[in-house]
């Protein structure tokens, strides 16, 4: 499998090269030359097949190219052993139609440890066959950290360092992250937002002197592992609900773009996917988008969904990639004006293709507080906020009834105990093995947003290592 950058630019890479790079060097996104197909009667297959088995098939023409066939389950199996249940992605069924698919139920309680556990082992494994160190730098809203660090702790060849707003990640998310006490992991807390965390992350990224020597290297969504990781769970969702004998829809609650991308990837591997509803919390630039076909750049309200509290959605390039028909030309010229102009418009044929299958709406915090009360009610069962977002947002954008609804839920309840209480009334309380993290010590580093004061606390790091 060959892999090339969504701007046209950069060398084109095997696998293994694409797992390490992260970012491309045109500043694109790395994407598969070509899609590869399930066979036929693949979802019959998978109908009651273990879901690390599933993976492996799925992901295997990706990664052919670098991995061996026996190291690749092993590593597989080993990843998704830490999940909870081994379902590793239980199916709830709501009624009408209506599924839920539980996401979290790994290490850090949030859909990203999916991918993360599995790309912190591909990795470790990658960089130990080069005889290679790495520097992971990442920037979070607040669960990518916890599943990043969770995924590279006390692995020999990874340092780890992750920016987090100050402030603006809750409680729990923050000391998922900051109690972890593996020599290897540094977190630091920018005096800023989250876009301003993913700016200084890019910023070291196009310091070619600081990454070359740092040896870079990305796990947050932009890293193509991650979404092939996510691949997996929309196939298996369709083969667990109708093995393949009728079309599925998904909701998903968007902020990067990373999840619901993994989706369109398994429909264009075979997958009947007749919908897809992406759900907004207030930092509605996807489904503005969608409404009108302009993307255009606000301000970031903090809101009960903090992980979707997000101005630009990075692996949105990656559908506009595929949208222009791999022309890497056409999106340097929409991302170039973007950058200026604060807005790119998509032409209209363009946007009506998209609104075949694609649509959206946005939830505010009152609505979304509304949606996990009504949850509660008719199911019993407690949701989190950005769950309550895409079920509010298929609740309104649904099709067809005779198509199941997928719902991601992409954080255990206890991950936003306040809103969940709001909600409700009832404290969603942590699973036993967190139950003391209010108790552990916390280590991080404050500092300023600003570029020259983080990349010389990152080098004292490295130095004392
Ligand atoms: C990261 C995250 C999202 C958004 O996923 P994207 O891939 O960035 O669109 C939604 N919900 C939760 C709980 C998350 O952690």
């Keep these: 499998m060959e892999y090339v950058s969504t701007r046209g630019t950069a060398p084109v890479l095997g696998f293994g090269d694409v797992l390490l790079a992260g970012l491309a060097r045109d500043g694109g996104l790395y994407v598969p030359h070509a899609w590869p197909r399930l066979g036929a009667d693949a979802l019959q297959r998978f109908e009651a097949l273990p879901y690390a088995e599933i993976a492996v098939e799925v992901m295997w023409p990706f990664v052919s190219d670098t991995l061996d066939l026996d190291e690749f389950g092993a590593i597989v199996a080993d990843a998704y052993a830490t999940f909870d249940r081994p379902e590793v992605v239980p199916l709830v069924d709501l009624g009408g ?114 990454r070359d020597r740092a040896h870079l290297s990305a796990v947050n969504s932009i890293n193509w592992a991650r979404v092939l990781a996510q691949i997996v769970y929309y196939v298996v969702g369709a083969a667990r609900l109708t093995g393949g004998r009728g079309p599925v829809a998904y909701t998903v609650p968007t902020g990067n773009f990373g999840n619901v991308f993994a989706g369109y990837g398994a429909q264009r591997m075979g997958v009947p996917i007749a919908q897809f509803v992406i759900g907004s919390n207030r930092n509605d630039i996807l489904t503005r988008f969608l409404a009108d076909g302009v993307m255009e750049m606000r301000g970031v309200t903090p809101t009960l969904s903090p992980s979707m509290d997000i101005q630009i959605s990075s692996n949105f390039e990656r559908l506009l990639f595929e949208l222009y028909g791999g022309d890497g030309d056409r999106v340097v010229e929409a991302m170039a004006r973007f950058r200026a102009e604060g807005r790119f418009v998509l032409d209209a044929d363009l946007l009506a293709t ?55 839920a992409t954080a255990h309840p206890a991950k936003f105990p ?8 009832i404290r969603p309380a942590l699973p036993e093995r967190l139950a003391d993290l209010f108790e552990r010590p916390e280590r991080y580093e404050t500092l300023p947003g600003d570029y020259a004061t983080v990349r010389a606390h990152i080098d004292d790091v490295l130095a004392s290592r």
Excluded: Y
Aim: aromatic share 6%.
């Design 97 to 210: 139609g209506e599924w839920l698919m539980e996401l979290f139920h790994g290490p850090t309680l949030a859909f990203k440890d999916v991918a993360l556990q599995l790309v912190g082992r591909l990795f470790d494994h990658e960089l130990a066959r080069r005889g290679e160190r790495v520097t992971i730098v990442g920037a979070t809203s607040g669960d990518t950290g916890s599943a990043a660090i969770e995924a590279c702790r006390d692995r020999e060849a990874i340092e780890i360092f992750i920016l987090h707003p100050a402030g603006r990640v809750s409680d729990v998310q923050r000391r998922q992250m900051t109690t972890v006490r593996s020599a290897n992991v540094h977190n630091i807390a920018v005096e800023g937002t989250f876009d301003d965390c993913q700016d200084l992350v890019k910023a070291l990224f196009a310091d070619e002197e600081f």
């Design 354 to 408: 998209l609104h075949e299958q694609w649509s959206g709406a946005c939830l505010d915090d009152e609505e979304t507080v509304a949606v996990i009360a009504e949850v509660r009610r008719r199911t019993g069962l407690l949701i989190d906020p950005h769950t309550a977002v895409g079920l509010g947002a298929a609740a309104r954008c649904r099709r067809d009834p005779a198509v199941p609804m997928v719902s991601l």
């Design 418 to 425: 306040d809103a969940v209480e709001r909600a409700t009334g």
